[in-house]
């Protein structure tokens, strides 16, 4: 545990993660699947819990959670506007009307 090659490892993977924390914080959220965006929320909330209020570090994840949630927000409406629009559709109409009184 103490050897060369495990420090070394270990300072691998701590850059890795500074590489990943840094990556989370340039997400294109246009770019993001729904459940992608559902899962990045997810994300943020849990990384906010761990956050000092009032500092910059919070601040600056309260402000990426808002504007996920947002398009989260937007593409649930697109969702549910395809939705009701496929429902429109099946629902009879004049046509079908005309065709059954004959």
Do not use: H
Request: net charge neutral; charged share 35%; proline share 2%.
């Amino acid at each position: 545990k103490g050897s060369e090659a495990w420090k070394q490892y270990k300072n691998e993977l701590a850059d890795v993660q500074k590489q990943t924390q840094a990556l989370k914080k340039d997400v294109d959220l246009t770019q993001l699947t729904y459940g992608q965006l559902q899962n990045y929320v997810k994300d943020l909330n849990k990384e906010l819990k761990g956050l000092k209020p009032g500092t910059d570090e919070f601040v600056a994840a309260t402000k990426r959670l808002s504007e996920a949630e947002k398009q989260l927000s937007d593409v649930k409406t697109q969702m549910d506007d395809i939705k009701r629009g496929a429902e429109d559709l099946a629902k009879p109409g004049v046509w079908d009307k005309i065709v059954a009184s004959v």
